[in-house]
């Protein structure tokens, strides 16, 4: 036996079946473990996994108390979409996120903060695509949720 620090038995053995068998966790699973989930498909590289609990978690709702630490565990886990829909969520509710107590955490982290300053200073304007010919082809101005559509 291979001792396997720092991972849960139940979340190493869904990771085992998502890359074996292709099973993707229930909704509810996806919700309520989804940050341990991230994590240990991060660890192990496994894609699909990440981007299936990113997905459901930016789905579950982020609200006024979760939007600081979700702005924060995005950011530290690469979770570029969850981030994306984590900054539009406190763009519009920018004072009741402040307030909030994760949000002391947020102010710690000069990145985040120039990012969400960045986010405030555009209002809730989406990032445009060039026009013409060059805008299916210019992904690096594309939101993630725009990204993931047009794939």
Request: aromatic share 6%.
């Amino acid at each position: 036996a291979i001792p396997i620090s720092d991972v849960h038995p139940d979340l190493f053995r869904m990771l085992l079946r998502f890359i074996y068998g292709g099973e993707v966790p229930g909704e509810n699973l996806l919700t309520g473990e989804g940050r341990g989930i991230i994590r240990i498909a991060d660890r192990f590289g496994c894609t699909g996994l990440k981007l299936a609990a990113e997905a459901e978690l930016a789905a579950a709702g982020i609200t006024t108390e979760n939007a600081a630490d979700i702005i924060l565990f995005a950011d530290g886990m690469n979770c570029a979409m969850l981030k994306e829909t984590a900054m539009d969520y406190f763009v519009t509710n920018a004072q009741d996120v402040m307030a909030s107590e994760g949000f002391a955490q947020v102010k710690e982290s000069p990145v985040v903060m120039a990012e969400l300053m960045a986010a405030m200073a555009s209002g809730s304007k989406k990032r445009p695509a060039s026009s013409g010919a060059d805008s299916e082809r210019d992904h690096k101005r594309m939101r993630v949720a725009t990204l993931r559509q047009k794939l």
